[in-house]
């Protein structure tokens, strides 16, 4: 694993796995506590006029985020601490605050339906044009941004559901070359399997919801960028618009991120493992993995990525009724929507009316939790038996 070292750490140059266990720590001095507290206050004394550097109110800096602020900017290979935000889409709505007012937001049609849904009605009221587009066509991509005036590209990669994949630094790469900043949901994949900024992505975003905290009990956000003024920007909009994280659910946050790597490590294996197996199950139609070798985004995947991630689709025979009986049938997996925690999930994702048409009706979307594999599997080949 890549080494790192932000300036600002206390601990030496450690590897990723070293550092979701070392980052984000009190000083190491006698008798300060090994775990952050939780600081719990809504202002701060202060007599002296009000500088950027001081913290002054409750809703401008929280020690507690500084921990979890340090430690994502650090996994990410960020030269600056990450932003926290009261949830995922309080991220993406600061970040859509980032489009040019009048110009074109170039995003994935397959994005997290959360983010198109309020991009939608953003546009709907005007504030800029929407352009949803095919990810894993570059050059009609690139096509795109250079034929936009004044744009934003959103990048999903892997996308929700459909897992496809983008070719993020070529996409980068043009992006900048026509003024364009570049924003990347990293949700599904997490730092540990891959790290946008390096592909020179300007901002990563994430919902902590789902993997960093990764234990389906918090909702929280996050943006993270290497550039100070950008930082700035997203900092004050925060500030004014309030979307602001709870101290505990940050603290929880925080202690979720010090196993990420462990986690991360057995669901990919999972993962994979099963995605294998059920490609040659008899009542499926279609298995969407970057990790299988016949997948389309395979090769990218590969390329650009430190692992599979732990996420995979399947097509059920039989339709619809037949996605919804394997919901019914199961007995370990847990039907519910979200992702990324400690127990496996499974949804058919186009119960939620604000699904894209081009999800198929059939199909199911698994995240895969870190329980043991072979019970995993005889839970799914029973439900898919039972159709
Ligand atoms: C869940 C999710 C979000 C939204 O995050 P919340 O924490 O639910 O607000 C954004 N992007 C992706 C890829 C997600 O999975």
Known sequence: MTKTSPENSQHPAVARDTAVVAAGRPPREHDQPVNLPITLTSTYFGRTPISGEDRAYGRYSNPTWDGFEETLGELEGAELPALVYSSGMAAVAAALSLVPAGGTLIMPRHSYQGSLVLAQEEAQLGRYTLLTVDITDTDAVIHEIQNSQSALLWLESPTNPMLEIAEVEVLTKAAHDAGVLVIADNTFSTPLVQRPLEAGVDIVL??????????????????????????ERLHTYRSHHGAIAGPFETWLALRGVRTLAVRIERSQASALELAGRLQQHAEVKAVRFPGLPEDPGHERATAQMDGFGSILCIEVRGGEAAADAVIDAVRLWTPATSLGGVESLIERRRRHRSEAVTVPANLLRLSVGIENVEDLWSDLDQALRAI
């Open 206 to 231: 994430h919902s902590v919801t789902k993997y960093l905290a990764g234990h389906s009990d918090v909702v929280l956000g996050a943006l993270v960028t290497s550039q100070v003024d950008l930082r």
